[in-house]
C-alpha cells in the first residue's frame, strides 16, 4: 500500500524556520518526482514545489523562491521542505505529493498534510 | 505564475451532466498535456481524478471525463451523483518545473 506521511508542521512565529519531512513507502520511490502542495485554511490548493526523481529539476512558487528549499532522500525514502523566514501567509495545511511519473506532471497520491500556523 | 481560472460554482441535477470549465494559456493549458483535475471533499485530501488531459486513474468512474480545446481543458461529469458533490481543482504544468491549480470550482448536486 501507497503511503505518504507529512510530519514537522507547528505553530512558529513569522521570520522563524520549520523543516517538513514526508516519510514514503508502499513504491519505488525514486521512480517518481515529489511535491509539496499547500492549502490555506478556506481556500484553494497551491502548489509549493517539486522535485524530479533524481532531484535535477526542482521548482518552486514565485512567494517561496529564496525561502524554501525541496530535497529528497532516495536511501530513506524521505522527501523535505526546509522552510524559513516563514511569513504570516505560509500559514496552510501541507500535503506531500507523489507524482505520475519522474518528473512534473500530476499528483497522483497525497498524505494527510501537516499544518503549519504562522502567528505572531 | 498566474491561476487557471474556473467557475466558483457549478450544479446540476442527479442523472445530468456538467462540464467545469479551466482557462489558461498558451505556456500553459495550450502547451502540454500534463493537464489534471482533483477532486476534494470537505476536510478530505483532494483525489486525482483525470491527468494528462484524458487520462483516468484505476478506480475512477467512467462518468468522469477530461478534454482540452486550445488553452481551455474541461471536465465532464455524466450521470451526476450525489457523492459528486465536491471542490473540483485543475492544473497544468507552466514549464520550467512549474505546475500551477486553478482557483476551484464547487459542484453542488441539485
Known amino acids: 500500500e501507497v503511503q505518504l506521511v507529512e510530519s514537522g508542521g507547528g505553530s512558529v512565529q513569522p521570520g522563524k524556520s520549520l523543516r517538513l519531512s514526508c516519510a514514503v513507502s508502499?513504491?519505488?520511490?525514486?521512480?517518481?518526482?515529489m511535491h509539496w502542495v499547500r492549502q490555506a485554511p478556506g481556500k484553494g490548493l497551491e502548489w509549493v514545489s517539486g522535485?524530479?526523481?533524481?532531484?535535477?529539476?526542482?521548482g518552486y512558487v514565485d512567494s517561496v523562491k529564496g525561502r524554501f528549499t525541496i530535497s529528497r532522500d532516495n536511501a530513506k525514502n524521505f522527501l523535505y521542505l526546509q522552510m524559513s523566514s516563514l511569513k504570516i501567509e505560509d500559514t496552510a495545511l501541507y500535503f506531500c505529493?507523489?507524482?505520475?511519473?519522474?518528473?512534473?506532471?500530476?499528483?497522483?497520491?497525497w498524505g494527510q498534510g501537516t499544518m503549519v500556523t504562522v502567528s505572531s | 505564475q498566474s491561476a487557471l481560472t474556473q467557475p466558483p460554482s457549478a450544479s446540476g441535477s442527479p442523472g445530468q451532466s456538467v462540464t467545469i470549465s479551466c482557462n489558461g494559456t498558451?505556456?500553459?493549458?495550450?502547451?502540454?498535456?500534463?493537464v489534471s483535475w482533483y477532486q476534494q471533499h470537505p476536510g478530505k485530501v483532494p483525489k486525482l481524478m483525470i491527468y494528462?488531459?484524458?487520462k483516468r486513474p484505476a478506480g475512477v468512474p467512467l462518468r468522469f471525463s477530461g478534454s482540452r480545446s486550445g488553452k481551455t481543458a474541461s471536465l465532464t461529469v455524466s450521470g451526476l451523483q450525489a457523492e459528486d458533490e465536491a471542490d473540483y481543482y485543475c492544473?497544468?504544468?507552466?514549464?520550467?518545473?512549474?505546475?500551477?491549480f486553478g482557483g476551484g470550482t464547487k459542484l453542488t448536486v441539485l
Open positions: 505529493a507523489k507524482d505520475t511519473g519522474p518528473g512534473p506532471r500530476a499528483f497522483e497520491i
Open positions: 492544473s497544468s504544468y507552466a514549464g520550467n518545473n512549474n505546475i500551477i
Open positions: 494528462e488531459v484524458i
Open positions: 498558451s505556456s500553459d493549458i495550450g502547451n502540454y498535456n500534463f
Open positions: 508502499g513504491f519505488t520511490f525514486d521512480d517518481y518526482a
Open positions: 522535485i524530479s526523481w533524481n532531484s535535477f529539476s526542482i
